[in-house]
């Protein structure tokens, strides 16, 4: 019981280091690369994070509140592996190749 209580701990932590991950990413990166790389604006996407880093500290994985924490978690992780990477291509300046 002890041991699946610490790792839903690091789980909850875990997460919400990457919605802060996300949140700060979204938070350093210039506005006009948002409508360069065809993604939702700066201002849309810090709500998007921000609300997402929120849930994911104040909502446990298990329980109740894991209606608020999936979502949650889904929004990071679409910035993290859709948004990021279309951002750093277009800062850049496209591929190498």
Known sequence: MLVA??????I???SALVGLFAF????LQRADAYSAADRKTKPIWML???????????????????IFWVPAMAAALVYIVDVRPKLIEV????SSW
Do not use: K, N
């Not at 909502?59 to 509140?65: A, E, K, L, R, S």
């Open 48 to 66: 998007i994070t921000g609300g997402a880093t929120l849930a994911l500290v104040l909502f446990p994985v298990m329980g109740p509140g894991m």
């Open 91 to 94: 800062q850049r300046g496209g």
């Open 5 to 10: 209580y610490w790792i839903l701990e690091v």
């Open 12 to 14: 909850h932590w875990g």
């Open 24 to 27: 700060v990413h979204a938070l």
